[in-house]
């Protein structure tokens, strides 16, 4: 499997100073922290109670490294992952036996497939806005068009005020072999205003030390991040075509909202 010394030797082998995506060449760390940082079993408990008990299809949009989708997958019968990210796949493959596709969450429609359609684990906070259209509103429409008639859409997101411009955080995450050490600092960005909601930018600084090896690499990266104004996203959510879209409390991440596609 994948994994952090990958990630270590990767950094160690590359030029000075080393561009590396959160999303993708990171992705086993990604993995690292928020498997410790997280509880998806939550997760998919939560999905289990927001969604009828008839709910057999499932399909998990932004599945990273497939969390959420191994937690669902104890729920339901058929439960099929979606991501753009290879390295997110790959590990996703390796974490569960349920199907993975690589699929931008904009474009990619599995026309009326499932019973159930999530993007949760804070996802849609990274669908940016390009020249003037945004991608939220984007995969709104693909998980309207994937779900059945009857079908139910999950989502969670950050409510406006939540990206704190100047914030600073650490925290440290650990196994027996290895310690990751990770600061993160949140700025607004200068075309920042949506009219969904605010954009910001998440700043990562890594410090991953393998306690057996003796070795230590640092690591830096950064990637958008958005807030949503509730009132915006619940009008996108019935802009797309769903009924009843109401505002839930999920376990782990912000506020949520789940909605039906009409019957
Ligand atoms: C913050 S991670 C969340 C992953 C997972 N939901 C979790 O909770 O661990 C965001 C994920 O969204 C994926 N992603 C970003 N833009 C996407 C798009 N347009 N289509 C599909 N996946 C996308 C990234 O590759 C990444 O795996």
Redesign the pocket.
Known sequence: MRGLRDVMDWVGRADTPVYATP??EL?PL??FE?ERM?N?QA?AEFVARETPDDARTVG??????G??LEGVSEHFDTVVG????PT?LELAAERTAAPVVA????T?VAPETFDVFT?????I???PVIDGAD?VRA?LESAYESLRPGGVFLCDFMRQGALESGRVTSDTFASERFTVERTVITTGEPDGQTDLGGVGRYTFAYEITDDVAGDTVRVGTSTPVREFSVGGLLGATLGAGFADARLVAPPTHGVGIVARKPA
């Open positions: 999303y993708d992705a990604y993995a928020r997280r998806y997760v998990v949009g932004a599945c990273g490294p969390f959420v979606f991501d753009l990210s997110m699929a931008d969450l904009r990619t993007i949760l684990g804070g996802s906070a990274h669908l991608s995969a």
